[in-house]
């Protein structure tokens, strides 16, 4: 039976980002999962967008999004100094437009939130969006300029933190976890796939949608997450048409959302949809020609472009859609997962927090509010599942 003091099921960018931080702090890691580098990340635009996606009631979990995007820029340069990679880290900051009267009521709400929330956005004019982005329709009737709000590339992200993992000795276990090892009512490792047992001193349960449906794990310690199907869109600029846009275009288009991100290499990230269609990750018709409808409305000539990818995935939600951080009632077992819409921005907060909970067993405090103990009842009995 091979052993480590850290098992992570999940290799997603949340368990691989902890596995990489808890190595750094001297912590023999190893990882289970049967794609290191997939899952969310390889559909995800990388908005690191904290300001422009304030939500009303979610003021504890922005906290936590600033100062992970406060992070970020010393995080990118660690991780490509670690893995050699570039990340496609861009500071080119967000633009979120009114194509309407109704979507601009409903961004000056936004933009009175911001202010409250002591946070730094500019309103501007239709015209003085247009004169930002000349591409934008002609019907734009003003929007937010968020300077703060930057993006990353979350599949170089990805492959960077699996070729950081490997270089700071993280075993990765190209494998499924099938079920949780208990031990003396303690979390002591898997079984793999095929039969393999691994051990260790510490389980963290970071297999995003799928973090609920290990097997093994006690009902009062599964976390409560769902799958919340997403479907994205890429299409490729050609060098006549650049510059397409300068920075991330976001809108509410009929009360649905849609975001437009350009990246350096001349793709065009479009998306997303929300839809609570449980594990279904099938591209439909109807997703696709909604993203084209609504980013048609507001940058026309993007029907022009080429289509080269159509994707559908499963961001995990939680209850509150915010994230579980730490320790479950199962001892020796931690979660890092219901990470909803901010995975990628939160990238960096959830490394630092994990691997300083796996060294020292201490949460710090800008993870406390995120205890995964804050579903659970008053008073929970442990009990192995027959």
């Not at 956005?121 to 968020?146: F, I, K, N, Q, Y």
């Not at 992200?157 to 699996?162: G, I, K, S």
């Amino acid at each position: 039976m091979r052993s480590s003091d850290v098992l992570v099921v999940g290799g997603g960018i949340i368990g691989l980002v902890t596995a990489w931080r808890a190595a750094r702090r001297g912590l023999r890691v190893a990882v289970a999962d049967p794609e290191p580098g997939g899952g969310a990340a390889r559909v995800a635009a990388g908005m690191l967008a904290a300001v422009t996606e304030l939500h009303y009631g979610e003021q504890t979990l922005l906290g936590l999004n600033l100062e992970s995007a406060r992070r970020y820029p010393d995080f990118v340069a660690e991780l490509e100094e670690a893995s050699g990679r570039d990340v496609g880290y861009r500071a080119c900051g967000t633009l979120a437009v009114a194509l309407d009267a109704d979507d601009r009521a409903h961004l000056r709400e936004l933009h009175a939130l911001q202010r409250q929330s002591g946070l730094e956005s500019e309103w501007l004019t239709g015209r003085d969006c247009r004169r930002l982005e000349p591409m934008l329709a002609p019907g734009v009737r003003g929007g937010l300029r968020v300077d703060g709000d930057h993006q990353v590339d979350p599949r170089r992200l990805a492959d960077a933190l699996v070729t950081a993992c490997e270089r700071a000795g993280v075993v990765l276990h190209r494998t499924r976890a099938e079920r949780l090892r208990v031990v003396r009512d303690r979390a002591a490792g898997a079984v793999l796939e095929g039969g393999a047992e691994l051990a260790a001193d510490q389980v963290v349960l970071a297999a995003g949608s799928l973090s609920g449906r290990l097997a093994g794990v006690p009902p009062a310690a599964l976390p409560p997450v769902r799958p919340v199907k997403g479907q994205v869109l890429r299409l490729r600029v050609p060098a006549a048409y650049a510059p397409f846009l300068s920075r991330t275009v976001r809108a509410v288009v009929r009360g649905s959302h849609v975001y437009l991100v350009p990246r350096a290499n001349g793709e065009l990230v479009v998306g997303a949809t929300s839809e609570e269609l449980g594990w279904d990750t099938t591209v439909t018709a109807g997703g696709v020609y909604e993203l084209l409808r609504d980013a048609h409305e507001l940058v026309p000539g993007i029907t022009e472009l080429p289509l080269t990818e159509t994707r559908a995935g499963l961001r995990p939600g939680s209850p509150d859609n915010a994230p579980l951080l730490g320790p479950t009632a199962l001892p020796g077992l931690s979660l890092a997962t219901g990470h909803y819409r901010n995975g990628v921005l939160l990238t960096p907060v959830t490394g630092d927090v994990m691997a300083h909970y796996l060294v020292s067993g201490e949460l710090p405090p800008e993870a406390r509010p995120f205890t995964p103990r804050r579903f659970a009842p008053s008073a929970v009995r442990l009990e192995q599942p027959a």
